[in-house]
T-cell receptor, first 117, second 112 residues
Framework: GAVVSQHPSRVICKSGTSVKIECRSL??????MFWYRQFPKKSLMLMAT?????????EQGVEKDKFLINHASLTLSTLTVTSAHPEDSSFYIC?????????????FGQGTRLTVV | GDSVTQMEGPVTLSEEAFLTINCTYT??????LFWYVQYPGEGLQLLLK?????DKGSNKGFEATYRKETTSFHLEKGSVQVSDSAVYFC???????????FGKGTRLHILP
């Protein structure tokens, strides 16, 4: 149990286009979902925290208008990279909390490798 | 702010060798500490955790002890296997907001 599915796993897009990444909790209702970005040879960096039905809380330095997060339901959060540029190429990963009795445990999606050409 | 520092990789060991991956942290509160593992082609998985000082987390032969006096949470395993080859992330979480702060990750290669 406690599976988080992230889609797509890989995407290549042209510079200037937008890309949507989905994060779904398959067998539990996620009270909170988190979006991370992993830079080469660097740590995972938290981008934003989202709760169902409310606006996402972005970390300092993350552009809200560029990285749009929508948490439409208790099982789905989406990250849209708008007007993507090559410097947005990275590995994006989501996580979710909310499994009853395992509140402190985060479950991670498989990650999405974004390449902007 | 809170941060996690772990030893840089890659770490290459022979099968059955003893493993230590160092991790230290800085935090203003009383965080929970975690080790996550990312096997090739897979997502992150929780390996073990400790929620208070002197707690020992253990799983799959791996252990780590929450040392408040040295602000450390070193990962150890007595005899590694080829299947342990992966990237290991040390992390902390402030229980007040569930945010997780990760170290840079340590890539481990185990040679048969």
């Amino acid at each position: 149990g406690a599976v988080v599915s992230q889609h797509p796993s890989r995407v290549i897009c042209k510079s200037g286009t937008s890309v949507k990444i989905e994060c779904r909790s398959l067998d539990f209702q996620a009270t909170t979902m988190f979006w991370y970005r992993q830079f080469p040879k660097k740590s995972l960096m938290l981008m934003a925290t989202s709760n169902e039905g409310s606006k996402a809380t972005y970390e300092q330095g993350v552009e809200k208008d560029k990285f749009l997060i929508n948490h439409a339901s208790l099982t789905l959060s989406t990250l849209t990279v708008t007007s993507a540029h090559p410097e947005d190429s990275s590995f994006y990963i989501c996580s979710a909390t909310g499994v009853p009795g395992r509140d402190t445990e985060a479950f991670f999606g498989q990650g999405t490798r974004l390449t902007v050409v | 702010g809170d941060s996690v520092t772990q030893m840089e990789g890659p770490v290459t060991l022979s099968e059955e060798a003893f493993l230590t991956i160092n991790c230290t942290y800085t935090a203003t509160g009383y965080p929970s500490l975690f080790w996550y593992v990312q096997y090739p082609g897979e997502g992150l998985q929780l390996l073990l955790k400790a929620t208070k000082a002197d707690d020992k987390g253990s799983n799959k032969g791996f252990e780590a002890t929450y040392r408040k006096e040295t602000t450390s949470f070193h990962l150890e395993k007595g005899s590694v296997q080829v299947s342990d080859s992966a990237v290991y992330f040390c992390a902390l979480s402030d229980p007040r907001d569930d945010k997780i702060i990760f170290g840079k990750g340590t890539r481990l290669h185990i040679l048969p």
